[in-house]
């Protein structure tokens, strides 16, 4: 199993330096890319495929979205265009200091911004996404995250997580630190929800991961 483990969660303890270098976000941190302008078009797409799965799940408007591991905002630009309300949750306040960079430039007005060990919502949010993010963490937190996701969600609201591959680590960032699940973990980690549909598709071109489409 020791291909599978994870060592440590490197984003918590990432400085300002790490995330802001000569006075720009440091996106290489999050996605490696050519251009911002491919590093936001990944973005539109992930959030596209988001919506689209949601769509298949409920008919509800979105109102109250979150986002648990929120990146310096690259998806959530894309989702704050569907919902009322976006809730943007992260680890390190450095990182959310990333986002609120973002969502100025793209005039984003409808987003709040929660630290991780703050989140406590409970049967508030239509949708709750997590992409890239449960990699990163041990498995105690990887539950805690998973019962986090399942508290927030309205008892009508639909969860979207995504878990990388096994057979897809070489091609992650930080894949010395980070898990990749098998179909059976991936599995596991549905069960902790009410329902759970498990689907593969590329979340990065080339990459067919998993997803968990689940109910609370």
Known sequence: MDNVSVTYNIYKGFTKQDIFQDGKVNTAQFLPSDSDEYYMETGKNNANLIISAYKKKSKKKLINVAEVGVGDGRIAVEISKHCDNLTCVDIN?????????????????????ILADEFDAENKYDLVYCCQVIQHNPKDMQIAIINQIKK?????????????????KESY????????????????????FSECEIN?????????????LCKK
């Open 93 to 113: 306040s450095y990182v959310l200091e990333a986002t609120k960079e973002r969502f100025n430039r793209f005039g984003v007005t409808n987003a709040e911004f």
């Open 152 to 168: 927030a969600l309205k008892p009508s609201g639909i969860a979207f997580i995504h878990l990388p591959k096994l057979e897809n």
């Open 173 to 192: 960032q930080n894949c010395d630190t980070c898990m990749c699940f098998t179909r059976e973990q991936a599995e596991e980690l549905g069960s902790y």
């Open 200 to 212: 593969e598709f590329d979340l990065i071109p080339d990459w067919d991961d998993y997803y968990l």
